[in-house]
């Protein structure tokens, strides 16, 4: 359970990051929002990334 738990908050967090970043560009906000989505996308998949890692382990 712990381990779908934390595949499923990485995937929330890039899915996020996605989302913030169709939306900027939907409305053509500046490109603050955009940086912050791409960040947001980068530690999600590096979260991910550990938690197969670890449910490989396992």
């Given amino acids: 359970m712990d381990r779908a738990l934390s595949l499923l908050i990485s995937a929330g967090i890039a899915a996020f ?13 500046p ?20 938690a197969i890692g670890e449910a490989r382990l396992a």
């Fill in 17 to 29: 990051g996605v989302w913030v970043i169709g939306y900027t560009m939907a409305s053509g906000s």
């Fill in 31 to 50: 490109l603050g929002w955009t940086l912050m989505g791409i960040l947001s996308i980068i530690l999600g998949s590096i979260s991910l990334y550990q």
